[in-house]
């Protein structure tokens, strides 16, 4: 490749998301006049250059709506041509490595293709850099805000405008955030924000059975294997052109990671025990409270997966860094409560400083339990003036050895802890798996366990 | 035998070859696809897909080998 291509349209409306005006560069001729062919026969403006300094030049002469870019090139790297101001980008690379896509994903990187691609993975990322096209219409921020979504500070209002950006899209989403920040409410609000009457599915990765977990999302076909008795229709059918909502994803088994990789690359999935290709219409959001680049390293979460999914991450941040939304969180539950069971619905003043300066390791879920738990304490009288004894300190589970003794065994240790975790989050089971660092599903299964022992 | 850094970088070097390849041949498969389609060419269409298919089957081997090879 000696220069550029030029696409031989006129140019384009960079608002129109049909004839989007594209740089693809990649020193590979056979490819680059192959997919400049396919993307024109898309009705979208396509010229093609083979190095950084082509790229560079075209850039300077040409406004471009986005760029389809090789990673590595004969006179350096395809990140080199990704700037802030400039076209949003998709990375093509033939290996992905961690570095670069970490790299990549904190420019204007829409979305992450590796080699060979296919017509309809171009298709959808040219989709994906319509985001924040001035044409589209992004919703206000009162519109697509749940009433519980509770907050003014910086990095709840930068989480709103987020939402808004990305919400009317259908490109993956991954949220991430500490336990008990509400990435599930972040996740209906992104599904609000596409103005759809189509359903919102969620579905809890670490909570279904590994041996059930491909029929749960993907259905399975009669007779398909012990039990399936008949035909059923899986989460991705059910949430037909709506969204689905994959929490704890770092939970999901490495074999259907896999599956899941390959729904995401071909936009269609396969019933277990079917053979008949099924359109997957739903957009897919996750979200995990793991720091996934670190279970991809140790092999526990697939390379893959992660760079699909990191297409537009977006983070949670934790209560203790949203100066100023303590108090209007308190409130909120506070009312909430008073409404529902009567309780006070004020804090008095020294009460609301002792909640403000906490700093809740257990966040938004944590304030809302303290919060239930002194309405009840102060009821019956006008103010909540007390809190819970030790409610800012250790849980008591935590460092109590009460219960336990030396020649206990390991089983009988896990069965204490259990117990004691149990009571702790008065009988929630989610934050008493969370708190122990075990899936749902291992809890319910420990729980059951116990249960036939004591029959 | 351990294979040398040398060896180990000559070995990617190919299999990055190899996939640019298989790029290349799956988007014309892709190409010629679209052609059989507006040529209301089914069975065509049908064995391009199959090519495409394969594309990424043999991508996704050299793709696992060059991770074993980073990893080793």
Known sequence: ???????????????????????????????????????????HDVSTVGTVAEASGALRREAFDMLFVDLSLPDGSGLELIK??????????????????????????????????DKNQLIRSIESAAVDKPSRRIPSIDAIRPANMIGESAAMKSLIKSIAEYGPTDVTILITGE?????????????????TDAKFVPVNCGAIPRELVASELFGHEKGSFTGAGAK?????????????????????????????????????MVRVGGEKEIPMT??????????????????????????RLMVLPIHVAPLREREGDI??????????????????????????????????????????????????????????????????????????AQGLRAGMSIKDVEKTLIE???????????????????????????????????? | MPLSESEKGQLKEALHKMNNALNSISMQAELAKMYAEQNNNAMIGEALGIIMSQCRQCSAITQSTHALLLEG
């Open chain 1, 1 to 43: 490749m000696t220069g550029i291509t030029p696409s031989r349209r006129p140019a384009t409306s960079p608002t129109n998301i049909n004839m989007a005006r594209i740089l693809l560069v990649d020193d590979d001729t056979d490819f680059t006049s192959a997919t400049q062919t396919l993307l024109r026969a898309e009705q």
């Open chain 1, 84 to 117: 802030d101001d400039g076209p949003k980008a998709v990375i093509i690379t033939g290996h992905p490595s961690i570095e670069s896509a970490i790299r990549a994903v904190r420019g204007r990187v829409v979305d992450y293709l590796v080699k060979p691609l």
């Open chain 1, 179 to 195: 336990s008990g920040t509400g990435k599930d409410l972040v996740a209906q609000a992104l599904h609000n924000a596409c103005n």
């Open chain 1, 232 to 268: 059923r229709v899986g989460i991705f059918e059910r949430a037909r052109n709506g969204t689905v909502f994959l929490d704890e994803i770092g939970e999901l088994p490495l074999d259907q990671q896999v599956t899941l990789l390959r729904v995401l690359e071909t936009g269609s």
């Open chain 1, 282 to 307: 739903a957009r897919i959001i996750a979200a995990t409270n793991k720091d996934l680049e670190k279970e991809v390293s140790e092999g526990k979460f697939r390379e893959d997966l992660f760079f």
């Open chain 1, 327 to 400: 108090p209007l969180l308190a409130n909120y539950f506070l009312e909430m409560y008073a409404r529902e069971h009567g309780t006070p619905s004020q804090f008095s003043p020294r009460v609301l400083t002792k909640l403000e300066s906490y700093h809740w390791p257990g966040n938004i879920r944590e304030l809302k339990h303290t919060v239930l738990r002194a309405a009840i304490l102060n009821r019956g009288k006008d103010k909540v003036d007390a809190l819970p004894d030790n409610f800012d300190r250790p849980p008591k589970w935590a460092d109590d």
């Open chain 1, 420 to 455: 004691k975790t149990l009571e702790h989050f008065d009988g929630n089971k989610k934050l008493t798996a969370e708190a122990l660092g075990i899936s749902l599903k291992t809890l319910y299964n420990r729980l059951c366990e116990y249960e036939e022992d004591r029959v």
